[in-house]
């Protein structure tokens, strides 16, 4: 079926070429001979036919490897697996979320075959003009909605670069154009109350949720931090009085706050530490919820929000927000006050500063104050230079 010239041996045994490249006889069986991981492996077969289906099949494989996994298929694998930067844990309600988001935008607009190793700047930045022009809810995506859907893609093509998938500049090819109309791409300002329209929200809150709403807008505890508070988190009688963020309930499910730097401590104003103390029952344990509904569960986010917050601010006659906008009200009153943006990062939870001023920055009075005096620096006048006299030309 071949001839010998240039046939190898193995084993004492010699291959005979075959009319197939890559496929020998070796008395009786037939061989496939191919690459895998940078070696040569060899796979027995009865028959040329079977050798050869092998030999085929292998070569696929390896073709197949060498043009490296789709995208759908990494970034779903990276979504699943995604364990953050190093300096900070991710919790699986983030995971879920950006696999939501690469579904939703990325993974519809690249088709299932489309490979890592296929993607380049044209490619992505197609996949920003189809996501800049998708219509929203209310017309085209805000700008928020069209930053959050491009982090996940970033993020696991950074991953794909670290890998060396992909080029590491590939994923700085996600650039934002300039908005519609020549505008900026701007990021919607956080809603927060004025000090005025918090004292008349919080007037018009029943008593009973009255002592939680006032720490939400003192602390600026995101409300999963809040309803997750234990007796034992607050020290009441301390100097000042504080609390200590431990922990989180998002979806009634306990867990840890939402960052490594979620994990603080907080004082507390005395009026409002007296009227917390107040409230714990005699039979109270430690590790008892602070702040329980009246079945002594956590309360339900959604109807604090909604039986609680919108009714107040409707009879308060203030704009109608969220739960979270009391944290923004809290990080505006501590701008005011002239917080430094590390004591606010810290106070916040904040990975950075610098996340905290591109947050809150808006908020921050852009005058630049007084002029910098160095009088007192012991600067003298210099004094005046007396004329060199030069000898006259002969």
């Known amino acids: ?27 009786a069986q ?46 779903l ?39 890592l190793a296929d993607l380049n700047r044209r490619a992505l930045q197609g996949f920003i003009g189809w996501l800049t022009d998708r219509p929203g809810r209310r017309g085209r995506l805000s700008d928020r909605s069209v930053r959050n ?9 950074d991953a794909a670069a670290h890998e060396g998938l992909i080029d590491s500049d590939l994923a700085r090819s996600l650039i934002l154009p300039k908005r519609r109309g020549g505008r900026r791409w701007a990021v919607t300002e956080r809603r927060f109350l004025t000090r005025t329209q918090l004292g008349r929200l919080l007037g018009e809150i029943p008593p009973e949720h009255q002592p939680l709403l006032i720490l939400l807008a003192s602390t600026g505890l995101r409300i999963s931090e809040a ?30 706050p939402k960052s490594y730097y979620g994990a603080r401590a907080i004082p507390l104003a005395e009026e409002l530490a007296g009227q917390i103390r107040a409230l714990r029952p005699a039979e109270a344990d430690d590790e008892d919820l602070a702040f329980p509904n009246q079945s002594g569960r956590p309360h339900n986010p959604s109807n604090l929000r909604n039986r609680v917050l919108k009714p107040a601010a409707k009879r308060a006659r203030v704009p109608e927000i969220g739960l979270h906008a009391l944290r ?57 230079l007396k004329p060199t006299l030069t000898a006259p030309s002969p």
């Open 30 to 75: 037939y061989v496939a001979v191919y690459r895998h991981g940078g070696r040569q492996h060899k796979e027995s077969a009865a028959t040329f036919a079977e050798a050869r289906a092998i030999k085929l099949a292998r070569d696929a494989e390896a073709r197949e490897q060498r043009r490296g996994p789709t995208l759908h298929d990494y970034a």
């Open 149 to 157: 859907a491009l982090t996940p893609l970033r993020r696991c093509l």
């Open 77 to 115: 694998r990276w979504a699943t697996g995604h364990a953050g930067s190093g300096h900070d844990s991710v919790r699986e309600q983030t995971r879920e979320e950006y696999r939501r988001l690469l579904a939703t935008f990325a993974l519809s607009y690249f088709p299932a075959d489309v490979r």
């Open 227 to 256: 309803i997750a508070l234990r007796w034992c988190d607050l020290d009441l009688d301390a100097s000042p009085p504080r609390l200590q963020v431990q922990r989180a309930i998002v979806g009634g499910v306990v867990g840890a």
């Open 328 to 384: 923004h009200t809290c990080a505006s009153l501590l701008i005011e006050e002239r917080t430094s943006s590390l004591r606010l990062q810290r106070w916040m939870g904040h990975h950075a500063a610098a996340y905290t001023l591109e947050t809150y920055g808006h908020l921050i009075n852009d005058d630049l104050g007084k002029p910098l005096e160095l009088k007192d620096l012991g600067v003298h006048e210099r004094r005046e």
């Open 1 to 27: 079926m071949g001839n010998s010239v240039g046939n190898k041996a193995t084993h004492g045994v010699l291959l005979e070429r075959t009319t197939h490249p890559g496929v020998y006889r070796r008395g």
